[in-house]
């Protein structure tokens, strides 16, 4: 049933930047009589036009996307369509960006390990207003909202360059340090701050000083 309270299919909008992994999806649900897929988009940008020309009931949104990412699309889709309900369906299990995509406004939490059946269930339970977590996620979210550590997997090389950052070091002094290039030094540093939800070289600094 749709949030509408009608009798007509779950109407829902698929947001993913991997084609096949949309295709599978837009299968999976097809093969279910109460699920209707409306829409899809491969970034966040375009996820906002497809649910302002499609009005669905519920969003699958995956997180990691170029440009315009899912926790910003969550928002963004959010204020516009506040009756929409945004489910995430990721591969990232991490604290960081489960606390970011709750308090964007989303009300599930599924990653991509989960079976086939899970994910049915999911959008139907956020279509009744539930909030289906995983329970891999549901573990991150309680330790992270009782103030306990972040735990977030970064590489072993990811985590020398943050307790680099951590100790002031500008990138040129890093990358001296551990013997590679300043524009790999940069690579690490943009995977750490999208891994643990923050912007800048102090928020990552302190996010060290609490979990590493």
């Not at 409306?38 to 499609?54: C, F, H, K, S």
């Not at 939490?109 to 996620?137: F, M, Q, T």
Request: hydrophobic share 40%.
């Amino acid at each position: 049933m749709s949030l509408d309270g009608g009798d007509g299919p779950i109407t829902v909008v698929l947001v993913d930047d991997h084609a096949v992994v949309r295709t599978g999806l837009a299968q999976l649900l097809a093969g279910s009589n109460d699920i209707r897929v409306v829409g899809q988009a491969g970034d966040g940008a375009e996820a906002l036009d497809v649910v302002r020309a499609t009005n669905p009931d519920v969003v699958v949104m995956d997180l990691q996307m170029p440009g315009v990412d899912g926790v910003e699309a969550t928002k963004q889709v959010l204020e516009e369509h506040p009756g929409t309900q945004v489910v995430v369906l990721t591969s990232y299990s991490d604290s960081a960006r489960i606390v970011a995509a709750i308090d964007a406004g989303a009300v599930g939490y599924l990653l991509k390990d989960a079976d086939p059946e899970d994910v049915l269930d999911g959008v139907r339970a956020v279509s009744r207003g539930e909030s289906p977590i995983h329970p891999r996620a549901a573990r991150q979210l309680l330790t992270a909202r009782s103030g306990g550590p972040v735990k977030v997997d970064l590489t072993p090389r990811e985590v020398e360059v943050l307790t680099l950052v951590r100790s002031g070091l500008a990138n040129k002094q890093i990358a001296r340090r551990l013997g590679i290039s300043e524009r790999t030094v940069k690579a690490h540093l943009t995977s750490v701050f999208q891994r643990i939800g923050v912007t800048d070289r102090t928020q990552a600094a302190l996010w060290a000083e609490r979990n590493l």
